[in-house]
């Protein structure tokens, strides 16, 4: 009992002393950082480029509506980085359904992401927060999980 509360009381001097690291982060700074809905427009234009031209991505992204994919997409980082958009599109989980999407192809996805936000100037702490909130969605979208790994 006293080694659980010991532990407690850890934890929660933990929060205290690390918590004034994020008290300065309002809810919309990635939104700011990202350039707001119009940096976020540019990010998708140049991220569905980049997807074209990258041959671990562009066979499923063929036949898509491009207009469509890139309003929702936009929705969703504007919604997800905090600012004051609501997303409309389908939910992950049956849009992605039937595509196959890989663990791999998660990842290129967002190492493209993360280009285009570097050649949007987008400082890191806000790529990463943005990255830290698409990662929830990585159950809905991938069903094709990465092989398992080589037993040693
Ligand atoms: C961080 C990862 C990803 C996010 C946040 C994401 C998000 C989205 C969004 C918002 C849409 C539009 C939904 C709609 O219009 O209702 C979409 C559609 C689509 N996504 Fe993803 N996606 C991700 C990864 C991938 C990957 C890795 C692939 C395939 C390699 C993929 C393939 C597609 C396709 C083909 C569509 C169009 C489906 C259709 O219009 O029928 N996605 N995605």
Redesign the pocket.
């Known amino acids: 009992m006293q080694a659980h509360r010991h532990a407690l009381l850890v934890l929660l001097l933990n929060g205290f002393i690390l918590m004034p690291v994020h008290a300065q982060e309002s809810s919309s700074d990635v939104y700011q950082a990202l350039g707001e809905r119009s940096g976020i427009e540019t990010i998708v234009k140049d991220l569905l480029g980049r997807?074209a031209n990258d041959e671990?991505?562009a066979?499923?992204?063929k036949?898509?509506?491009v207009r469509?994919?890139h309003?929702?997409?936009s929705?969703?980082?504007c919604q997800l980085s905090g600012g004051p958009c609501r997303?409309?599109?389908?939910?992950?989980r049956s849009?992605?359904a039937g595509?196959?999407?890989?663990d791999t192809?998660?990842?290129?996805?967002?190492e493209q992401?993360v280009r285009a936000m570097e050649e949007e100037g987008v400082p890191t702490w806000a790529q990463n927060r943005l990255l830290e909130r698409?990662v929830p969605?990585?159950e809905d979208?991938?069903d094709v999980p990465a092989e398992a790994a080589p037993t040693q």
Not at 87 to 92: F, L, R
Not at 105 to 110: E, H, K, R, S, V
């Open positions: 997807i671990r991505l066979a499923q992204f036949s898509i509506d469509r994919f309003r929702n997409l929705d969703q980082l997303y409309g599109g389908d939910d992950m849009i992605h595509i196959g999407v890989t192809q998660f990842n290129a996805l967002a992401l698409l969605l990585h979208i991938v």
